[in-house]
């Protein structure tokens, strides 16, 4: 609150409670006679046995020490303090307890009058409760020092129920353990015998704002007898001047009503409370149309304000921002406490509780911060604080705001259904967010911006309308051991040189992708478990370069990760797995690295280059794919290197369409088809790899030097269709069908290759005269001679090994063809003459020996 403010703020109305003046004297007994005549009344009342009764009620000028004793007690307690006379466990709030005047042994010996025995012992329970019942609780504490049996009585929890009623309104305990504390407790659970009596005694010093009881309070002393020390007021006003008049110590109970335009500034300590049946602070209504309702300054340090709605209500809603007024506000050098408050604001200006400043630090728990027109909450200036517990939501811009330094400690709040974002932070703002439930607001659930810098932990963000979280314009944070779901875009938005560290999230089952880094977004995304996005796991485009590390991304309806339009970052240690498309595409221009991952199980391809993607992969494992662990496509140029890539349906790595790329140390193994596959005008160079086979065709010139080409489940290297290749300094061995074929029309540039030991299959089918159809796969085409039957018809497609021309189409008009790959169409069963060599026909048709490549997504029509 500024000087300006606190200068100009008008003068408290004070009005100090009339005091009451006691009349110690005759008057003293006739005080008495209530009392006296409501036990005759009960005596009466018991039954045909009382009226014979001894009890007489009269004064005894004669008493046994004991019962003297007993009488000197009584009559101190008023003199003391409220209540000091009670048995109970807990009297600090009432003072110290009298000494009881010793008795000597001997006086237990004497009898006792035949009236107080009667009392004491023989009048029924019921009766002396009724008596009991038109006591105030200072007579009710005295009657307990009497006798054991009348402690028991006077404890009873509904004696002390009606009383705390009367006076304090609440339908259940408000306890009151210690400062700046309160909490409501049911009767039958509580661990106190008679809690009603215990929460009398921790609230009995307070005062009342009770509009119109003061003058009745006041004006009948005999009726409220011993409850002097209470006071009334009829305006909080009022009661805050008695406080800085050193009238009481500062507890205030607001009683049932609606107090409205009064200027409440507090500069103390005080404890203010709602007091109310019911849901306590529905009943307690607190509004100001002019100025902000609560201002807390300087010198409020500890003070307390709970149970009560809190309204700004300004007849002009639209005021201009230097005249913004709000519910709360907590200025500099103050730490109150708001607690189980209804927090309401009208304005479309300044928020409903606005903490601004150095040394601004309040404790709001338990609070229901909705419906307002503006922001809910806003902490800026340095300010901090702890905010826990609260329900923020339906807000007309953020549930949250933070701003310039302030920091704040906020957990367990329930941050929803806003008109804007679910919390802002921004120029600087910070912050400590725990364990918050973040969702369904029409933008995104966490806004970062303008250098801001957050810690959130363990909160729940979903079902935003946009996104789940969206960091720009440099903005910074934590995000770490969030569940990030069901977001309508991305889970987790980057962009315009923001550099957040997402770690050890759940992010899944979000409408779009599940963290999108764009225009220059930066980032570590760390140790989370992204799946089940409706598009790619993460997506890096337009200049981003995150740091990606540590991640299971799976099980996504698209792909695994997505880099296009110039992306970058370095992707190191993730598990890829069983995506729905590639588990990495790196596309127009991107230059990832992707290093020591383990990429695997998808439904497509492992690592897909196409448009112009380029990078480096390195160190990779990458295995078990529908299609090829790796393709390169349309100009893409990456370094692959020293990988382990196996177990593709497609063969182990495809270069196509004019693909590049430097392939080198790899290990490329036990791949379906070839290790390697180069076709289609591309021109990659292979460098000290180890590989299950080369495959070169369709106009492809690529280099292989110091190669180790082993274990092929065909040929070392075949290259066909008018494609050629420089070869040097490989060894090529140990492959099934032999170790280098060339085609017809090929022409190699071969230096220092060495060819050993291959297991020539083609070679030993031919010279036993068997159909080449049988050492064929699927996958395995081995290269010969072939010609064509005119006498069988056969098709342009269709192909005759040498052995069935001789065999099984002696005499037939036959044409040869050229020496290349093919499997033999006698052997397979496909003419109308059957195989003579093959045995059973097995009725195959030709394999369409390509890698469909990945299926284009909507990603780029989304973003």
């Known amino acids: ?32 006679a209530p009392a006296a005549a409501a036990a005759e009344m009960a005596i009466e009342e018991s039954g045909p046995g009382a009226q014979n009764s001894p009890y007489q009620l009269r004064r005894k000028t004669l008493l046994p020490k004991r019962t003297a004793a007993a009488s000197a007690t009584a009559s101190a307690c008023p003199s003391k303090g409220p209540m000091e006379g009670a048995s ?64 028991q009585l006077a404890n009873d929890p509904i004696l002390w129920k009606r009383l705390y009623m009367e006076v304090f309104e609440y339908t259940r305990p408000m306890m009151h353990p210690e400062p700046g504390r309160f909490y409501q407790v049911s009767p039958e659970e509580h661990e106190h015998p008679n809690p009603w009596k215990e929460s009398f005694q921790q609230l009995y010093k307070g005062a009342h704002v009770k509009p119109g009881f003061a003058e009745h309070f006041y004006s009948n002393p ?94 002009d809603k639209s005021a201009q921002h230097h005249n913004a007024h709000h519910c709360l506000e907590i200025t500099v050098n103050c730490s109150p406490n708001i607690d189980h408050c209804i927090i309401r604001s009208t304005c479309t200006v300044g928020s409903a509780v606005c903490v601004s400043g150095q040394g601004a630090c309040p404790t709001i728990k338990h609070c229901n911060i909705s419906d307002c027109e503006n922001v809910g909450l806003y902490i800026t200036d340095h300010a901090q604080g702890i905010y826990e517990d609260n329900e923020i939501s339906n807000n007309a811009l953020a549930g949250i705001w933070v701003k310039n330094h302030g920091n704040p400690i906020i957990r367990r709040n329930h941050i929803h259904h806003g008109r804007d974002v679910g919390v802002f932070t921004f120029d600087h703002g910070m912050g400590y967010f725990e364990n918050c439930n973040i969702h369904r607001n029409r933008i995104a659930g966490f806004e970062v911006k303008a250098y801001a810098n957050p810690t959130v932990v363990r909160c729940e963000i979903h079902h935003g309308q946009t996104g789940g979280i969206y960091v720009h314009e440099k903005g910074r944070g934590q995000f770490i051991e969030n569940k990030i779901y069901a977001n309508n875009f991305a889970g987790v938005w980057i962009t315009s040189n923001s550099d957040p560290t997402i770690r050890g999230n759940a992010i899944f089952n979000g409408n779009q992708g599940g963290v999108y880094i764009f225009g220059d977004g930066r980032g570590l995304i760390e140790s989370n478990d992204i799946y089940g996005n409706a598009l790619a796991g993460i997506q890096i485009r337009t200049n981003s370069c995150p740091i990606v590390r540590h991640n299971k991304i799976h099980d996504g309806q698209h792909g695994g990760i997505y880099v296009h339009e110039k992306g970058q970052g370095v992707i190191e240690e993730n598990e890829v797995y069983s995506n729905t498309l590639a588990g990495v ?44 662990g790796v393709q390169i496509r349309t100009g893409s140029n990456p370094k692959i290197r020293r990988n382990k890539i196996w177990g593709g349906q497609n063969g182990g790595i495809l270069v196509y369409n004019s693909g590049l790329g430097f392939i080198e140390d790899n290990e490329i193994f036990d791949n379906a088809m070839a290790g390697v596959w180069i076709k289609t005008d591309s021109n990659p160079t292979l460098r000290r790899n180890k590989i299950a086979g080369v495959l070169i065709s369709t106009n492809s010139h690529p280099i292989l030097r110091k190669n180790r080409i082993f274990d092929g489940f ?38 220092d290759n060495k060819i050993l030991n291959n297991q020539d299959a083609i070679e030993k089918a031919v010279s036993r005269g068997q159909c080449l159809y049988k050492i064929s796969s699927y996958t395995s085409y081995p290269m010969h001679d072939f010609y064509r039957c005119h006498t069988c018809n056969t098709t342009d497609r269709n192909a005759i090994c040498v052995n069935c021309i001789k065999k099984c189409h002696q005499g037939h008009d036959v044409e040869f063809i050229r020496h290349d790959r093919f499997f033999c169409d006698c052997g397979a069963g496909t003419l109308s003459n059957p195989c003579t060599l093959a045995g059973e026909p097995t009725h195959d048709t030709d394999t369409l020996y390509d890698s469909a490549p990945p299926i284009e997504s909507n990603t780029l029509q989304h973003n």
């Open 222 to 315: 005999g009726r409220y007898k011993g409850r002097e020390n209470m006071l009334y007021y009829d305006t909080i006003e009022d009661a805050l001047g008695g406080v800085q008049e050193a009238h009481f110590d500062g507890l205030i109970f607001v009683h049932s009503g609606i107090y409205t335009d009064e200027w409440i500034y507090i500069e103390s300590p005080i404890t203010m409370i709602g007091a109310a049946p019911g849901k306590v602070a529905d009943k307690v209504v607190i509004e100001n149309t002019r100025d902000s309702t609560f201002v807390f300054m300087e010198g409020s340090e500890d003070a307390y304000v709970g149970y009560m709605t809190i309204k700004f209500n300004p007849d």
């Open 714 to 751: 065909a040929a070392g290297i075949e290259i066909t269709n008018h494609a050629t290749a420089t070869l040097e300094g490989n060894q090529i061995f140990n492959n099934r069908f032999g170790g280098l074929f060339l085609a017809s029309g090929v022409n190699v540039t071969m230096k």
């Open 585 to 628: 595409w790196v596309t127009t221009g991107s230059t990832p690295v992707l290093r020591k991952n383990r990429i695997h199980s998808g439904k497509q391809v492992g690592v897909y280059f196409y448009d112009n993607g380029h990078g480096v992969l390195e160190d990779n494992d990458i295995y078990n794919h529908m299609y090829s």
């Open 1 to 32: 609150m500024n000087s300006v403010r606190a200068t100009n703020r008008r003068p408290r109305r004070v009005s100090r409670p009339r005091p009451v003046q006691p009349e110690r004297n005759n008057g003293d007994r006739d005080e008495e």
């Open 88 to 151: 109970t466990s807990s009297t600090e709030a009432f003072g110290h307890r009298a000494k009881r005047a010793r008795v000597s042994g001997k006086s237990h010996d004497l009898p006792a009058a035949p009236a107080e025995q009667y009392l004491q012992q023989k009048l029924p329970d019921e009766v002396v409760l009724k008596i009991f019942s038109y006591l105030l609780e200072q007579d009710l504490c005295q009657a307990a020092c009497v006798c054991k049996r009348f402690s």
